[in-house]
């Protein structure tokens, strides 16, 4: 029996429409939410997400503050930037899209934004909350993946969850994620030994780790939750995950596609962090 399809891009609307009406209500205060979003260079790829997150803020009723510098920019021009960005009141959430030129530190960039901006949940402060289970800002992957994983209805707690991928942007974090919500949560990397027998006992399987279809769909065990993080792009031009689809949705008891699964879920939980700032603004 073929697994079900966890439809991020479905979930990822529902939550993007009651996101617009609590903006709405926001604005109606005087606190409209905002998101300052800075682009650096002609990146083919980032000027696309760019485009997605900026289109999803206007639907949703939010300010969108583009910011859109030449690749030749100075660091130090950039930095002044998010400096003034970190002191606009109008801004609730500060994005500064990776990746940047090589001739600018990018862990410097990151650090400047003030973590009560820092909407991505990437700043070494944001981070260290989400270890100690208090988060301020949770990384919108991480974030879109818990939310898909309740939508597919796998019970977390208890179970065995297999995290392929230890980025601090998508694997470390959802793994702590899961450990807070009382899975047995093991971490998985290039070093891994045997990892078809790891997987094969998942209850949950999140793969991110950026390989075309790595994780054969043999290695399932039937009826476990698999989340595929990975965008892959064929020699074909086809789009494909990091799991072999075909076969694990044959296993699977349910399973994002890709596309369609995790990349609507990260835009539609940048909104919600910057909402959430929004509201701390109107709280103050």
Request: hydrophobic share 45%.
């Given at each position: 029996m073929a697994a079900k399809i966890i439809d991020g891009k479905g979930l990822a609307a529902r939550l993007r429409g009651a996101m617009a009406e609590e903006a709405r209500l926001l604005t109606a205060r005087g606190v409209r939410p905002g998101l300052a979003v800075v682009l650096v260079g002609d990146d083919p790829a980032s000027q696309i997400y760019v485009r997605n997150k900026t289109k999803a803020l206007a639907e949703a009723g939010f300010a969108c503050f583009d910011h859109h510098l030449g690749g030749d920019v100075a660091e130090a021009k950039l930095l002044e930037l998010v400096k003034a960005l970190n002191l606009d009141p109008a801004v609730d959430g500060i994005l500064v899209q990776l990746p940047l030129p090589k001739h600018i530190d990018s862990k410097r960039v990151l650090l400047a934004i003030d973590p009560a901006k820092d909407v991505d949940g990437f700043h070494p402060e944001n981070l260290g909350r989400l270890l100690i289970g208090e988060?301020?800002?949770?990384?919108?992957?991480?974030?879109?993946?818990?939310?898909?994983?309740?939508?597919?209805?796998?019970?977390?707690?208890?179970?065995?969850?297999?995290?392929?991928?230890?980025?601090?942007?998508?694997?470390?974090?959802?793994?702590?994620?899961?450990?807070?919500?009382?899975?047995?949560?093991?971490?998985?990397?290039?070093?891994?030994r045997d990892l078809p027998a790891v997987i094969a006992g998942a209850d949950i399987l999140v793969a991110a780790i950026g390989r075309a279809e790595m994780i054969r769909g043999a290695w399932i065990k039937p009826g476990a939750t698999?989340?595929?993080?990975?965008?892959?792009?064929?020699?074909?031009?086809?789009?494909?995950?990091?799991?072999?689809?075909?076969?694990?949705?044959?296993?699977?008891?349910?399973?994002t596609p890709v596309p369609g699964g995790v990349g609507p879920m990260t835009i539609a939980m940048l909104l919600a962090n910057t909402l959430e700032a929004a509201r701390r603004r109107a709280a103050r």
């Open positions: 988060p301020r800002f949770i990384a919108c992957t991480p974030y879109g993946i818990m939310k898909l994983i309740e939508q597919g209805g796998a019970d977390v707690r208890g179970a065995n969850a297999v995290v392929v991928g230890r980025s601090n942007i998508v694997g470390k974090p959802v793994a702590v994620l899961l450990t807070n919500a009382d899975a047995t949560v093991t971490l998985c990397h290039s070093k891994t698999v989340i595929d993080v990975g965008t892959n792009r064929l020699p074909t031009g086809k789009l494909v995950g990091d799991v072999e689809f075909a076969t694990a949705v044959e296993r699977a008891g349910a399973i």
